[in-house]
């Protein structure tokens, strides 16, 4: 498919540079030279590869054909193999190959003259190694502080490391209390237990308590080690008051209570505790939970959206509008804050009968509404006003658009695009755009766009802080089955966009880390019974990077969801983002506005999704029919009652 819209993108290569056919001469030169490589036909590969000297992608040829022997290969041919590819992500791929093949024979003094800082753990101790071998120890001894340091299990290449570090007596006890507590914290008692050989007998009996505190808190309140008032016994006990609060906030607090008569907690701990049980109460919706945050008297957003959430319950629109007015000014300017403390004013109005609160909730809902957003078209329609979409294209010049179209790397990206290696061509403009100022990456979004990349188009344009191109960032793609799915299910075609566009942003082989596939984000298992009741049933799982399958199987299913909840796109977008046994558990008893509805999923994840589709469809709905519905009417009332 990527292949049937580049052929319609400007070419990568001016005219100056080759003509067209020698191009796709290269190119299939290129693909008739991996095929011999792979099959060990040197003869021929060495034929072909001299007609390409001038390709981009020659390097990747001698990637694959210096990797097959790079056991014997010597260090001079790798540094000239660096220096030619230098910038492309197979110049770091065989810098990687080849440390791993110098550290596991031990050739530190070519490993060194090698390495670049990494972010693989492996390799970082395999160079902290090298450094101990050469004598060097204490010129890297913070960073081995620094590695060992950690809340988990490092590396086998690190233990030789770890062991001269400590060795030379390089440990303090503050380094071996702060592991521990960084492990206990993060649930991995294993590592305290293998550091409690560096205490002393009571304090390895302490470790022990405090194990046994994070797995079961309630066990060990009373215990006789705990009864010192002493830093690490008040940290054990912080953790004791947070892990119970997780499981009973009335306990939490009534321990809570007593501790403080015997224990010296220094102001701040007393407040981290504090606020630990409000939140943790907050979220299982406990009856005193609004008065314990609003007496944090923390005015961050975490606290203000717990708080919002719990007085949306209670319709306390006075207590709304004062934890609103209690944020710090940039926070009150963001879109949910104008529109709550909008609607609080509104709602104020009415209840007390004062046409005074239509004003000032008009004066905070005005420039809101010239806002594209959720938000901003919500208060739009509280205001009865056109949406404000505010689209302007990303000015350029061909001459400025050229510059990053013939950068290497983008050269790079656009052959392994169009010859279909789309893994690769993403590594290569990941690295390419990734030292790219804001204009520049605005042009490299545009170049992406005109070649029918959209997902790189749109995720690019918003690392460059540009967000009214439209065009760019809600393209019309895939009409032709958008169109013929939505007849054949009877479903909005807007919707469905706006599902896609959240979903992948276009990318065709996108794959969550829970398994999900393709345009629209398909579990196996939800496509597999989705297809088996359109009577059109999965071959295999691969069939949904298919852009036609999925779209056809994505839009049954939201449909399916659509009719589970008699057609309202709020419920069924929640549902196809957290699952239906999910939405039904969180309905409410008595009839609900939808804004507040939404306000109220528990899930961040959900929440955050169902406002981000609903904002899409209406930019989709512009873009197809010019006259957008109104969001408030994807939005009706909900209601206790599940067919």
Same mark, same amino acid.
């Given at each position: ?29 290129? =693909? ?13 590969? +060495? ?128 380094? &071996? ?28 009996? $302490? ?41 009973? #906030? ?52 975490? #606290?203000? %959206? ?31 804050? $104008? ?20 004003? #000032?909730?008009?004066?905070? =809902? ?55 290696? &789309? ?61 013929? #799915? ?79 909840? +008699?057609?309202? %796109? ?16 969180? =309905? ?25 589709? =609903? ?9 197809? %029919? ?18």
């Amino acid at each position: 498919m990527l292949l049937v819209l580049l052929f319609g993108a400007p070419p990568i290569l001016s005219a100056a540079d080759k003509s067209e056919s020698d191009l796709i001469e290269q190119r299939r030169a290129y =693909l008739e030279a991996r095929a011999a490589l792979a099959a060990g036909k040197t003869k021929t590969y +060495n034929a072909l590869i001299k007609r390409l000297s001038d390709y981009p992608l020659l390097g990747y040829l001698e990637f694959e054909e210096v990797s097959k022997r790079l056991t014997t290969i010597k260090l001079k041919e790798v540094q000239d193999f660096l220096k030619r590819n230098e910038g492309s992500p197979i110049a770091a791929r065989l810098r990687t190959l080849y440390l791993f093949n110098l550290a596991e024979k031990k050739y530190w003094k070519s490993f060194l003259s090698l390495y670049v800082p990494t972010d693989d753990d492996e390799l970082k101790c395999h160079y902290l190694q090298a450094n101990i071998s050469s004598g060097k120890l204490n010129q890297v001894a913070d960073e081995i502080r620094k590695t060992w340091l950690v809340p988990y299990e490092q590396h086998a290449a690190c233990d030789p490391v770890f062991e001269a570090w400590i060795k030379a007596n390089r440990v303090t006890a503050e380094d &071996v209390w702060e592991r521990i507590r960084m492990s206990i914290s993060a649930g991995r008692s294993s590592i305290a237990q293998g550091l409690k050989r560096f205490l002393r007998k009571s304090d390895r009996e $302490l470790v022990d308590v405090w194990i046994k505190t994070y797995e079961n808190p309630g066990a060990t309140i009373n215990d006789p080690l705990l009864k010192p008032d002493t830093s690490v016994v008040r940290e054990i006990l912080r953790l004791a008051i947070a892990r119970t609060a997780r499981l009973d #906030v009335d306990t939490a607090v009534a321990r809570w209570e007593s501790l403080q008569t015997k224990y010296k907690f220094d102001p701040k701990a007393a407040a981290q505790i504090q606020r630990e049980i409000a939140l943790q109460a907050a979220y299982r919706q406990h009856p005193r939970a609004l008065d314990w945050l609003v007496a944090l008297n923390d005015n961050d957003e975490t #606290v203000a %959206q717990l708080s919002t959430r719990l007085i949306l319950m209670k319709n306390d629109w006075p207590l709304l509008r004062r934890i609103i007015n209690n944020l710090p000014k940039d926070a009150q300017e963001k879109d949910q804050w $104008l529109y709550w403390r909008g609607r609080a004013l509104s709602e104020l109005g009415k209840s007390l009968d004062d046409p005074s609160y239509t004003g #000032v909730a008009f004066s905070a =809902l005005d420039e809101l509404s010239a806002r594209r957003s959720f938000y901003g078209f919500l208060a739009a329609d509280q205001l009865s006003r056109e949406y404000g979409f505010n689209h302007a294209n990303i000015e350029y010049d061909e001459k400025n658009l050229a510059a990053i179209r013939d950068l290497p790397g983008i050269r790079r990206a656009y052959e392994l695009l169009f010859l279909d290696f &789309v893994n690769d061509a993403r590594k290569e403009w990941l690295v390419a755009t990734a030292r790219m100022n804001s204009r520049d990456l605005q042009l490299a979004a545009v170049l992406a766009h005109h070649w029918g990349w959209h997902d790189r188009a749109i995720l690019t344009a918003a690392r460059g802080a540009e967000f009214d191109d439209l065009d760019l960032r809600f393209p019309m793609v895939y009409t032709d089955q958008v169109d013929s #799915v939505s007849r054949r299910y009877d479903i909005d075609p807007s919707w469905v966009y706006g599902i896609m566009r959240q979903e992948s942003a276009f990318m065709r082989d996108a794959r969550s880390g829970a398994g999900a596939m393709g345009l629209m984000q398909l579990m196996p298992s939800t496509a597999s019974i989705t297809a088996r009741l359109i009577k059109s049933p999965l071959r295999n799982n691969l069939e949904l990077y298919d852009v036609d399958r999925n779209i056809e199987l994505g839009s049954a299913y939201l449909k399916q969801m659509s009719d589970q909840y +008699n057609g309202n %796109q709020v419920l069924a977008t929640a549902a196809y983002n957290a699952g239906p046994h999910r939405v039904k558990q969180w =309905l409410p008893t008595t009839d609900q506005p939808a804004d507040i509805w939404i306000e109220l999923i528990p899930y961040r994840e959900t929440r955050e999704y169902v406002k981000r589709v =609903l904002t899409y469809a209406t930019i989709f709905d512009d873009r197809l %029919q010019g006259s957008p519905r109104r969001v408030t009417s994807r939005m009706p009332t909900i209601t206790s009652r599940v067919p």
